[in-house]
């Protein structure tokens, strides 16, 4: 999973790769078009017309599809869930808030959060794969506050679901050499619900393509650390000119590995992670 710092980022931003900047006049077109299409679905809400509130939420998914680009763009390409390309199916915008209805772990449902079907910081992008497991469903945590229009709260609510513009929840997820996606170790039995509910509901495990690929690069990265340890004791014991230069090229595949626009580079990440070496930890800092 990745964060993604989507508060501080917008589609006029001109420094993030692989993004032509959006020009202020079409960016706040196209928030006035958000405006007016909520607008017009509190009046059939209002109405008691949800099934037209529905339709019409439908009807307009041209509009957030105008920032899949932009928002794929904040993340390298990557699917913000898995962390991967192609691995993980074709990309959607994903709604973090269901815009119709809304699944709780039991499976009732309520109304969804129709409000922010157009509200941009609601969006992440997502392969489909996930996407269409995760469906509607967004469990809180019993006795957690529950939004609506009349009272709108998402701020005090405890979702199950991990988010990857939270920090503190990407932060939440890890992995092992096996290829799963895990809780971080020592987290509260809390997240560590959060964090198996997230993985089963958006099959971060169950896909064998993702899972296998999650192994390659942990045994790429495992590689690399057996030779960095080699090289390593070769220069401490006699200042070998070549072990040197054997360690700052191992130095930089890890780096490449590790880098945000590297395919599964939290794997990477968690196993040097995992074998507490302190003059590799820098390399993840």
């Given at each position: 999973m990745i964060w993604i710092d989507l508060e501080n980022r917008l589609p006029t931003d001109?420094?993030?790769?692989?993004?032509t900047a959006w020009s202020q006049e079409k960016w706040d077109a196209w928030l006035k078009r958000s405006q007016e299409l909520v607008s017009e679905l509190a009046e059939l809400e209002a109405a008691g017309q949800r099934e037209a509130r529905n339709a019409l939420i439908d009807a307009n998914s041209w509009h957030w599809a105008e920032l899949k680009p932009w928002l794929l763009a904040l993340s390298h390409g990557k699917?913000?869930?898995?962390?991967?390309?192609?691995?993980?199916?074709?990309?959607?915008?994903?709604?973090?808030r269901p815009k119709k209805q809304a699944k709780a772990l039991e499976g009732d449902e309520r109304d969804g959060y129709w409000w922010l079907a157009f509200n941009y910081m609601n969006f992440r992008a997502c392969g489909n794969v996930g996407n269409r497991k995760k469906g509607g469903w967004f469990?809180?945590?019993?006795?957690?506050?529950?939004?609506?229009?009349?009272?709108?709260?998402?701020?005090?609510?405890?979702?199950?679901?991990i988010d990857?513009?939270?920090?503190d929840d990407v932060q939440?997820?890890?992995?092992?050499?096996?290829?799963?996606a895990i809780p971080r170790p020592g987290c509260s039995d809390w997240d560590r619900q959060r964090v198996e509910e997230t993985v089963k509901r958006l099959k971060l495990n169950e896909h064998p393509a993702l899972s296998?690929?999650?192994?390659?690069?942990?045994?790429?990265?495992?590689?690399?650390?057996?030779?960095?340890?080699?090289?390593?004791?070769?220069?401490?014991?006699?200042?070998?000119?070549?072990?040197?230069?054997?360690?700052?090229?191992?130095?930089?595949?890890?780096?490449?590995?590790?880098?945000?626009?590297?395919?599964?580079?939290?794997?990477?990440?968690?196993?040097?992670?995992?074998?507490?070496?302190?003059?590799?930890?820098?390399l993840i800092a």
């Open positions: 001109t420094d993030i790769p692989g993004w699917c913000w869930f898995s962390e991967a390309r192609e691995l993980y199916s074709h990309y959607d915008v994903e709604h973090f469990p809180l945590r019993t006795g957690s506050m529950c939004s609506t229009y009349a009272a709108q709260c998402e701020e005090s609510e405890a979702p199950y679901l990857p513009i939270d920090e939440l997820l890890a992995f092992n050499e096996e290829g799963n296998d690929e999650r192994r390659k690069v942990w045994q790429q990265v495992d590689n690399l650390i057996e030779q960095y340890n080699k090289a390593k004791a070769r220069n401490d014991l006699a200042a070998n000119p070549a072990a040197k230069e054997k360690l700052k090229h191992i130095r930089q595949q890890m780096r490449a590995l590790i880098s945000p626009k590297a395919e599964l580079s939290s794997v990477a990440k968690w196993c040097v992670k995992l074998r507490n070496d302190q003059q590799l930890l820098h």
